[in-house]
């Protein structure tokens, strides 16, 4: 449904922003296979709440995923045996384990940054800078609408220096407009 206010032949907004998730999901994924080691999303999700909450319970995990104990813990299970992540004991509470990534998990986020933000960044370079500056203009309007309808749990991981899901910054153009 159009917004209030919109000319009926503009294009729904949610149907836009649809379209264009459905896009960046393909992007995201464009040159994951070739990273490694290979992970599922479930284990991508799993290691990026890791990092946004170092220390974090297998409970508090399975909050964040929506999932079942069990599941978390078997999810758990491969990580580790991939060397991704680590779980010991909390130090004052026995029963609890906590949950870190290792520096091959930290390694494996980091590349799989550098390949989302080569893709993006290749979209950006053939745009018009004025759109790119709607575009980061507007992405930064809809994030901070959504941020303040997400519970604790389903925000994104804080700032770790590469943004998880912002926008890439505008790229350099080149001289032939390319």
């Known amino acids: 449904m159009p917004r209030p206010g919109?000319?009926?032949?503009?294009?729904d907004p949610a149907a836009v922003l649809a379209a264009a998730a459905d896009l960046l999901a393909v992007l995201h994924a464009r040159g994951q296979d070739?990273?490694?080691?290979?992970?599922?999303?479930?284990?991508?999700?799993?290691?990026?709440a890791v990092e946004g909450a170092e220390g974090?319970?297998?409970?508090?995990?399975?909050?964040?995923?929506?999932?079942?104990?069990?599941?978390?813990?078997?999810?758990?299970d491969r990580l580790e045996a991939m060397g991704l992540l680590t779980r010991s004991p909390h130090p004052l509470r026995r029963r609890e384990v906590e949950l870190r990534l290792t520096p091959g998990?930290?390694?494996l986020l980091d590349e799989r940054r550098v390949i989302r933000?080569?893709?993006?960044s290749a979209v950006l370079g053939r745009m018009a800078?004025?759109?790119?500056?709607?575009?980061?203009?507007?992405l930064t309007a809809f994030r901070e609408a959504a941020a303040a309808s997400l519970s604790p749990a389903d925000a994104p991981p804080a700032d770790t220096g590469a943004p998880a899901e912002a926008p890439a910054p505008a790229p350099a153009r080149l001289a032939d407009g390319a």
């Open 129 to 138: 800078p004025e759109a790119v500056d709607a575009l980061v203009a507007g």
């Open 105 to 107: 998990g930290r390694a």
């Open 117 to 120: 933000l080569r893709e993006l």
């Open 6 to 11: 919109r000319s009926g032949e503009q294009e």
């Open 56 to 76: 974090i319970n297998l409970r508090a995990l399975g909050e964040v995923l929506g999932s079942r104990p069990p599941s978390v813990t078997r999810l758990c």
């Open 34 to 48: 070739g990273a490694a080691p290979a992970v599922s999303p479930a284990q991508l999700r799993a290691l990026l």
